[in-house]
């Protein structure tokens, strides 16, 4: 039972390169949530998904895309990387009900 | 931002002391959980309150939940060089919505 996995763990891209974080759980979670995490800031909700073919804007979606591909995974996309998107990304499940949401170990990303 | 301020950013106490930290949220909530990160690493559940309930313990952990003041607050006791990490509390919205606080940096000397 691995839980929540990121992949890559480290990322740097050139300024307008694009990308795509990957995401699975293997709790049998219907939620699945993207965060990026910046000094200070917290935690700030970029997408979610309540439940597999379903996705909505959070809080920070601009330069961002989604795609829940099944219920087990949730990928996150930056079409074109700018400096401003250099943070700390992590991906989140949680049990039905808003109930405890698990967490991957974050993606380190550097845009230059 | 759903989510309001936590306070204070940064606690530095002896090991043995309590440390109270709070949160504030905007609307109605359905429940407010408290999260722990260690440097670097995912955030880690460590309680839950629903909006109906004033007062939760688990072991250490005690937190309250005022819905009147939009506000909770989560107190260790007797804490340990272990404790020290970040703590964020998260309002919970539509039963799927997680929305974090900016964190309180608690630093338990030993």
């Known amino acids: 039972n691995a839980g929540v996995t990121q992949t890559p763990k480290f990322q740097v891209l050139k300024t307008g390169q694009s990308m795509t974080l990957q995401c699975a759980q293997d709790?049998?979670?219907?939620?699945m949530y993207w965060y990026r995490q910046d000094p200070g800031m917290g935690l700030r909700l970029i997408y979610y998904?309540?439940?597999?073919?379903?996705?909505d804007k959070g809080e920070v979606p601009n330069g961002y895309n989604v795609s829940r591909l099944n219920k087990r995974e949730f990928s996150l996309r930056l079409e074109s990387a700018a400096p401003s998107q250099t943070s700390v990304y992590f991906c989140?499940?949680?049990?039905?009900?808003?109930?405890?949401?698990?967490f991957g170990q974050g993606t380190r990303l550097t845009v230059v | 931002s759903q989510q309001g301020e936590e306070d204070p950013q940064a606690l530095s106490i002896q090991e043995g002391e309590n440390a109270t930290m709070n949160c504030s949220y905007k609307?109605?909530?359905?429940?407010l959980q408290w999260y722990r990160q260690n440097s670097g690493r995912g955030l880690v559940h460590l309680i839950l309150?629903?909006?109906?309930?004033r007062e939760k313990h688990s072991g250490r952990l005690r937190v309250t939940l005022d819905t009147s003041k939009k506000s909770s607050s989560l107190l260790i006791t007797a804490s340990r060089a272990a404790d020290t990490a970040s703590y964020f509390c998260?309002?919970?919205?539509?039963?799927?919505?997680?929305?974090f606080g900016s964190g309180t940096k608690l630093n338990v000397k030993p």
């Open positions: 989140a499940s949680s049990e039905a009900g808003g109930l405890k949401a698990f």
């Open positions: 998260a309002a919970i919205y539509n039963f799927n919505k997680f929305y």
């Open positions: 609307t109605s909530i359905n429940n």
């Open positions: 309150i629903r909006s109906n309930e």
């Open positions: 998904s309540a439940s597999e073919g379903t996705t």
């Open positions: 709790m049998n979670h219907n939620s």
